[in-house]
């Protein structure tokens, strides 16, 4: 289950960093062992866009 705090970014954080850091094992739990999430993968790599959330 989610927790509150993976659903509510401090303000200024990136919405996608922020989830998948507080909710990592509920983020990518469609992973093999050992496997790159494709999605953080794209987004290290391509930066953070629209994600940054302003408060």
Do not use: F
């Not at 996608?16 to 983020?27: D, F, G, M, V």
């Not at 290290?44 to 408060?55: A, P």
């Amino acid at each position: 289950m989610t927790t509150q705090k993976a659903l509510n970014p401090s303000a200024g954080e990136c919405k996608q960093c922020w989830y998948h850091a507080h909710a990592s094992h509920e983020a990518h739990k469609h992973l093999k062992p050992h496997e790159d999430c494709p999605a953080c993968v794209d987004h290290m790599l391509n930066g953070h866009g629209n994600t940054i959330v302003g408060r």
